[in-house]
């Protein structure tokens, strides 16, 4: 068994152990991925301030996500078709969670439905709805979390029409994967993945197959969306669509201080300032270099939380001293479970503990709700001067 270090050796491992049409669909941002490359490198440009002699002991990492009780503000992220990178991957990736002590957030389009995963854990989980015209579906799919015991609401409002990713036409992505002469040569070199897939019936988008009315390829991702999400969403009817719920939201996707005031206005319990991973529009600023302009409109108002671009419990630390409440990982949990499953996403979060933890000591720092921008060097013109 190799020793894992760091994030990037999960990553490593899953791209081994993984078809390839998956690996690439988590491994890739939209058109030219600049900005799925900056979410990353934009986090290298903050610099961190090294503290000596002072007391390191009783440190913690717990905290609260919209008044959860949290072991490290770090939640994991909606992730459609978890359950492809490895069998119940959904199911895996929400036990491992609830054992660490950080959320998990089903996306709608996962391979296991809101009740498989309800089914086999014990605490309440997060759900996440894409913004859809079928009012009957919504609110099907509102009734099915709130019976499963979910206990917010994440409402993505980056994705009403999907950005390009090369990778994904090019593979042909499809879940489960269709049987072309690539992806058969693929699967040959990755069949202990496929003997656990063979062994599960989740193989289906679990949330929508069976529940669904006109789904025309359930099996396919780019044709469901196209059919079913509301291109006319606007903010009446994410005010409606939050009714409809009744429960803790969370307004997931916002970027820019404009949308984060309306978000704040509407009432929301939490923003997650995110570009999806760099995955819808390209071009668009990082989280980290967008969150100071965001915190300084609605900081006060409305709970900020941060996503895109997290590959360490450094790059926590860096988003947490910033001014976010609360964290995501999208990518970093993804590489643990198509590596090692449930193992692997519990030690993709201890790495990221580990990190996080020892940084803030090495900061002079003994508990994460005390982080600020004096543990940071943050580079005079970090958010850029923009013209419009
Ligand atoms: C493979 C993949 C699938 C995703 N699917 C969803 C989804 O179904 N719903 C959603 O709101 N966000 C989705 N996202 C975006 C994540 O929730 C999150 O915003 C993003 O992964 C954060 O960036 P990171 O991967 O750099 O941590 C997806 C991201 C990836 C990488």
Redesign the pocket.
Known sequence: MPVITTIADLKRLHKRRTPKMFYD??ESGSWTEQTFRE?TSDFDQIRLRQRIAVDMTNRTTASQMIGQDVAMPVAL?????TGMQCADGEIKAARAAEKFGVPFTL???SICSIEDVAEHTTKPFWF?V?TLKDDDFMQRLFDRARDAGCSAM?I?LD?QIMGQRHKDLKNGLSAPPKFTLASMADLATKWPWGIEMLQTKRRFFGNIVGHAKGVSDPSSLASWTAEAFDHALDWDRVAQLMKMWGGPVIL?GILDADDARKAAELGADAIIV?N????QLDGALSSIRALPAILDAVGDKVEVHL????RSGQDVLKALAMGAKGT?????F?NGLGAMGEKGVTTALEVIHKELDTTMALCGRRDVKTLDRDILLVPEDFEGRWCS
């Not at 999806?276 to 995955?279: A, I, L, N, P, W």
């Open positions: 669909y988590a979410n992220a909606p992730v459609g078709l996306s709608t389009m996440q894409y994440v993505t994705l997931k995110s999806h991973g760099g995955r996503d895109s671009g997290i995501y990982i999208g990518r970093a993804v």
